[in-house]
């Protein structure tokens, strides 16, 4: 049973100490972590089969961290690890408490995890503070593009504190811009794709009646035109996050637009292909693991996701570590013949600037085939001219004539379980038959 009281003053004990640990010198970050890390990787080993089984395969245990930089000698965790591992849960733990979730599948696998109620408490604050770096404040209206409506109310919002609105993500762009309207909110949370198929889709001085303070985006990446476009319209900054259902707060912007790790949630590392620490302006794989959830540890945790690692200093005065950019799945970029790969922005750029297109989805079906499906406004012969100056865009970026590239109109594109939208998407197919491309990171 949830005592909602004392874990929401938790929370707003918790959050103010975030706001002191933001400040901390780098070595008082890097100490605070590693005791964290050590009193997890010891429960991990303690506590939960699954790591204990793991970390004795590779002769490594408690013992071994003596420094952050020994995390690397842990083995790394897949999510098909954790789909197929029935002893992952720690000893103790079931939904009595903690919480059960799943996350949505858009990756080929349904996950089911838990989070002990302490560490959602945790998650919370990284929220607030998150928040708080882009303007927001506790009076402040917050509007939650959603699958489901709030469960419950906070009990602040009967003293018109952290206020929130729910608005669904399967409701029409007209539906939706009424929501908005009727609740006015401060802050709107969404993901990309929602706000850009309403800024496509409705007039702008519709857009522009709303007046929110910021916007947050999350779950999706949003190419620099795409949060140009959002800004012009909605008239405020955007900012982004980066986060999961099995770790929640990873990364966030502070308001010089540099993304921060949330270093008190998590570690992270970004290795390159051989399995070593991307350097700086180099691309590797994000691997992070949880400070917080004992209910099920993630040790070195492999996200599937690309990311371009930054030894920058931000002058907003954070000690946290920067990552210069978040390039999404791995898997999301189109394979070609003979290893090479093209990245999905470069594709996403290309339907950003056709005025015509309302919302599309680029799918990769097989090596030497691309389906490209578009809502567009255009009718009648100007489609064919459409599709066809569609094709000569693509195949420009993929030089490759043995690609077979189709467009096909559409009345509607799918979202995932959870409301995601992929704008790329690769069969998991390909990448099981062209195991030499499977961790390409050269982007054409």
């Not at 100490?31 to 089969?49: E, I, K």
């Not at 003293?159 to 909110?185: D, H, K, M, T, W």
């Not at 070609?336 to 290309?350: D, K, N, Q, W």
Request: charged share 20%; net charge positive; proline share 5%.
């Amino acid at each position: 049973m949830i005592d909602a009281a004392r874990h929401f003053a938790r929370q707003i004990y918790l959050t103010a100490n975030l706001f002191r640990l933001d400040r901390l010198a780098p070595a008082a970050l890097a100490s605070w972590q590693l005791q964290r890390l050590q009193t997890m990787v010891a429960h991990a080993y303690t506590q939960v089969p699954f790591h204990q089984r793991r970390m004795q395969a590779a002769g490594v245990g408690p013992h071994t961290i003596r420094s952050l930089a020994d995390l690397a000698k842990l083995p790394t965790m897949t999510k098909a690890d954790v789909s197929a591992a029935t002893d992952l849960l720690a000893t103790g733990y079931d939904e009595t408490n903690s919480l059960r979730e799943s996350t949505s599948g858009s990756s080929g696998q349904r996950l089911q995890m838990y989070h002990d109620f302490d560490a959602y408490d945790f998650y919370t604050a990284c929220t607030y503070r998150q928040y708080a770096e882009s303007g927001y404040r506790p009076w402040h209206r917050r509007a939650y593009f959603r699958w489901m409506a709030f469960p419950r109310r906070l009990p602040t919002e009967r003293f018109g504190l952290l206020r929130r609105y729910f608005v669904p993500i399967s409701a029409s762009p007209e539906e939706q811009l009424a929501s908005l309207l009727e609740c006015r909110p401060d802050l709107i949370c969404a993901y990309p794709s929602t706000l850009l198929t309403m800024v496509r889709t409705l007039p702008a001085s519709a857009i522009a009646s709303i007046k929110p303070r910021m916007i947050e985006v999350n779950s999706e990446h949003i190419s620099a035109d795409e949060r140009a476009l959002l800004e012009q319209r909605f008239g405020c900054p955007t900012f982004n996050e980066y986060s999961s259902f099995e770790l929640y707060s990873m990364a966030f912007e502070c308001r010089h637009r540099r993304m921060h790790v949330v270093a008190e949630n998590i570690i992270l590392e970004i290795l390159n292909p051989a399995g070593d620490p991307a350097a700086d302006g180099e691309t590797g794989e994000i691997v992070v693991t949880g400070l917080h959830n004992r209910a099920m540890p993630f040790i070195r945790y492999r996200t599937g996701d690309l990311a371009i690692a930054s030894s920058e200093r931000c002058p907003c005065g954070r000690s946290h570590p920067v990552i210069k950019d978040i390039l999404g799945r791995r898997d999301d970029h189109i394979l070609l013949a003979g290893g090479r790969s093209v990245s999905p922005f470069l594709l996403t750029g290309i339907m950003l600037a056709l005025p015509q297109v309302r919302e599309y989805q680029i799918e990769q079906q097989t090596l030497d085939r691309v389906v490209v499906s578009v809502i567009t406004r255009a009718a009648g012969a100007e489609r064919q001219a459409f599709a066809d100056a569609i094709k000569q865009k693509i195949r420009a970026i993929v030089d490759d004539p043995g690609i077979v590239i189709e467009v096909q109109f559409v009345a509607t594109i799918g979202r995932g379980a959870t409301g995601k939208r992929r704008n790329v998407v690769v069969s998991p197919d390909i990448y099981q038959e062209q195991a030499s491309v499977q961790n390409a990171y050269a982007l054409v």
